[in-house]
């Protein structure tokens, strides 16, 4: 089991820049791969970025320049850089791990708001 712990939501204005965190722990081995989904108002949840347990990180096209993800292995968090910042980024921002066999952790999900 892995549990996961996002922060660092928040409201910000258009142009602006937040840090995600996602901290890990329990079965941290088992861990492949980590991600950031978010789920936007009246929307299906979409995967945002990876980065791969040998650090391989993939970016989703609308977030390619503004946002990066990022790890530190000796606290085992995750981070998620956003910059320049647009209304459309508001969602619901979840954490989950990839984890072998196949299964996935989430984590309870972190609130950004990006006003015009």
């Known amino acids: 089991q892995v549990q996961l712990v996002e922060s660092g939501g928040g409201l910000v204005q258009a142009g602006g820049s937040l840090r995600l965190s996602c901290a890990a722990s329990g079965s941290i081995s088992s861990i492949n791969a980590m991600n950031w989904y978010r789920q936007g108002p009246g929307k299906q949840r979409e995967l945002v970025a990876t980065?791969?347990?040998?650090?391989?990180?993939t970016y989703v096209d609308f977030v390619k320049g503004r946002f990066t993800i990022s790890r530190d292995n000796a606290k085992n968090t995750v981070y998620l850089q956003m910059n320049s910042l647009k209304p459309e980024d508001t969602a619901v921002y979840y954490c989950?791990?990839?984890?072998?066999?196949?299964?996935?952790?989430w984590g309870q999900g972190t609130q950004v708001t990006v006003s015009s």
């Open positions: 980065i791969t347990r040998s650090g391989r990180t």
């Open positions: 989950a791990a990839s984890l072998v066999l196949g299964a996935r952790s």
